[in-house]
């Protein structure tokens, strides 16, 4: 579980309530057609702009990357490419056959290997699904960008909602003061959808998308060198030119000092 997005959220939930109730009523804040104007809004006009299909896959994409997973470190990545280029080294490609990895990615390379496919053929396959969870990403980041800019844009018409019926109302003082209340809370409602919720998953699933490219390409890159049975510590130098500094020193390994 990605424990930062959970902190996060919880603690500007928190610090948005702790910030209400030592000043205030923690009820008064609540308006049901206030929320219902800003969430029933941002969905619609979410709806309009992509795809049923896609937006639900968007929810789903988000809970998942945002909450859920994690991004694999890439040392581990070179790490189990050199174990299985040993295997081939001392055996052959059936070595592989019953070879466990992690990573399904990863796995699916291994097994087009075993089966003996030509590098072209399983080149292209794995580009191809990396293709495609690249532009997943990207549509579930559009859409939480689009809920991101639709919820503030909902919050001002809540407020001009408000504002209209309370004009149309100043001969009755009781009826001011719930429409300016959906008038102000809508809002803030709106605010805080946008910077608390969607546009931080929108920055999430950007950064995922990255990590996972990146994560993908070097797999690959491992991939094709052991299909072409490639020495494995020549093969280690090759994807550690992928990694950072950082990346490249082993857990096990001490540090090198100046």
Same mark, same amino acid.
């Given at each position: 579980?990605?424990?930062?997005?959970?902190?996060?959220?919880?603690?500007?939930?928190?610090?948005?309530?702790?910030?209400?109730?030592?000043?205030?009523?923690?009820?008064?804040?609540?308006?049901?057609?206030?929320?219902?104007?800003?969430?029933?809004?941002?969905?619609?006009?979410?709806?309009?702009?992509?795809?049923?299909?896609?937006?639900?896959?968007?929810?789903?994409?988000?809970?998942?990357?945002?909450?859920? +997973?994690?991004?694999?470190?890439?040392?581990?990545?070179?790490?189990?490419?050199?174990?299985?280029?040993?295997?081939?080294?001392?055996?052959?490609?059936?070595?592989?056959?019953?070879?466990?990895?992690?990573?399904?990615?990863?796995?699916?390379?291994?097994?087009?290997?075993?089966?003996?496919?030509?590098?072209?053929?399983?080149?292209?396959?794995?580009?191809?699904?990396?293709?495609?969870?690249?532009?997943?990403? +990207?549509?579930?980041?559009?859409?939480?960008?689009?809920?991101?800019?639709?919820?503030?844009?909902?919050?001002?018409?809540?407020?001009?909602?408000?504002?209209?019926?309370?004009?149309?109302?100043?001969?009755?003082?009781?009826?001011?003061?719930?429409?300016?209340?959906?008038?102000?809370?809508?809002?803030?409602?709106?605010?805080?959808?946008?910077?608390?919720?969607?546009?931080?998953?929108?920055?999430?699933?950007?950064?995922?998308?990255?990590?996972?490219?990146?994560?993908?390409?070097?797999?690959? +890159?491992?991939?094709?060198?052991?299909?072409?049975?490639?020495?494995?510590?020549?093969?280690?130098?090759?994807?550690?030119?992928?990694?950072?500094?950082?990346?490249?020193?082993?857990?096990?390994?001490?540090?090198?000092?100046?």
């Amino acid at each position: 579980m990605d424990f930062a997005t959970l902190v996060g959220l919880v603690s500007g939930v928190g610090v948005v309530v702790l910030a209400i109730a030592t000043g205030s009523d923690l009820g008064i804040f609540l308006n049901l057609t206030g929320i219902l104007i800003v969430l029933g809004g941002t969905f619609a006009a979410t709806l309009i702009k992509f795809p049923l299909t896609s937006v639900f896959g968007a929810f789903k994409l988000a809970v998942m990357t945002a909450f859920i +997973e994690q991004g694999q470190n890439p040392r581990i990545l070179v790490e189990v490419a050199e174990e299985l280029a040993q295997r081939v080294r001392k055996g052959n490609m059936l070595a592989l056959e019953n070879a466990e990895v992690d990573n399904r990615f990863f796995q699916k390379g291994i097994q087009l290997c075993v089966d003996g496919h030509n590098a072209e053929f399983i080149e292209k396959v794995l580009t191809t699904e990396m293709d495609n969870s690249i532009h997943h990403h +990207e549509v579930g980041e559009k859409i939480f960008r689009a809920m991101g800019e639709s919820a503030p844009a909902f919050g001002m018409i809540g407020t001009l909602v408000g504002l209209v019926q309370m004009l149309s109302s100043m001969d009755d003082p009781k009826t001011i003061g719930p429409a300016m209340a959906v008038a102000l809370l809508t809002t803030l409602y709106g605010a805080l959808i946008a910077n608390l919720v969607a546009l931080p998953i929108a920055e999430k699933l950007n950064l995922r998308r990255g990590e996972e490219t990146f994560n993908k390409a070097l797999i690959i +890159e491992g991939v094709m060198a052991i299909q072409q049975g490639q020495n494995p510590h020549m093969m280690e130098e090759i994807m550690e030119a992928y990694l950072s500094d950082a990346q490249k020193h082993r857990d096990d390994e001490p540090e090198k000092e100046d």
